[in-house]
Nanobody
C-alpha cells in the first residue's frame, strides 16, 4: 500500500513527449528525495532526475537536461517526469524511487550507487521509435 506505482509510459515517435507519473496511496515511509531512474536490459541503471522539494533542489542527468522536468503536484501526492524531445536513447524501463536524504545527497543519487532509496516502483516502459 506504500509502494509507488508508475504510469504514463508507452510508445512515441522521435521528438515526441510523454509524462510519467508516480503515486502511492496510504501510508508512505518518510521521504524527502524523489527520483527517476531508467534501465535498458544489459546496461546499468541510470539516474535520470532527482528532486528535494523541501531543499529546493533538482538535478538531472546530462543526457536529459533541458528535455526532462521532474515535478510534484500541489498536494505532493504524485511525482511526475515530463519528457520532451524524446529520442531512441530514452527507450528504457523507468522507475520512480523515494528516499530520505539531504539535498546534496539527493542530487548525488543520480551517480552514486551508495545512495539508498527506500521505496521503488515496478516501472513503466518507454519506447521511442524513429
Amino acid at each position: 500500500q506504500a509502494r509507488p506505482v508508475e504510469s504514463g509510459g508507452g510508445s512515441v515517435q522521435t521528438g515526441g513527449s510523454l509524462r510519467l507519473s508516480c503515486a502511492a496511496s496510504g501510508y508512505t515511509y518518510p521521504h524527502n528525495c524523489l527520483a527517476w531512474f531508467r534501465q535498458v536490459p544489459g546496461k546499468e541503471r541510470e539516474g535520470v532526475a532527482a528532486m528535494h522539494p523541501s531543499g529546493g533542489t533538482a538535478a538531472y542527468a546530462d543526457s536529459v537536461k533541458g528535455r526532462f522536468t521532474i515535478s510534484q503536484d500541489n498536494a505532493e501526492t504524485t511525482l511526475y517526469l515530463q519528457m520532451n524531445s524524446l529520442n531512441a536513447e530514452d527507450t528504457a524501463m523507468y522507475y520512480c524511487a523515494w528516499g530520505l536524504l539531504a539535498p546534496d545527497r539527493c542530487a548525488a543519487s543520480l551517480d552514486d550507487r551508495e545512495v539508498v532509496f527506500y521505496l521503488w516502483g515496478q516501472g513503466t516502459q518507454v519506447t521511442v521509435s524513429s
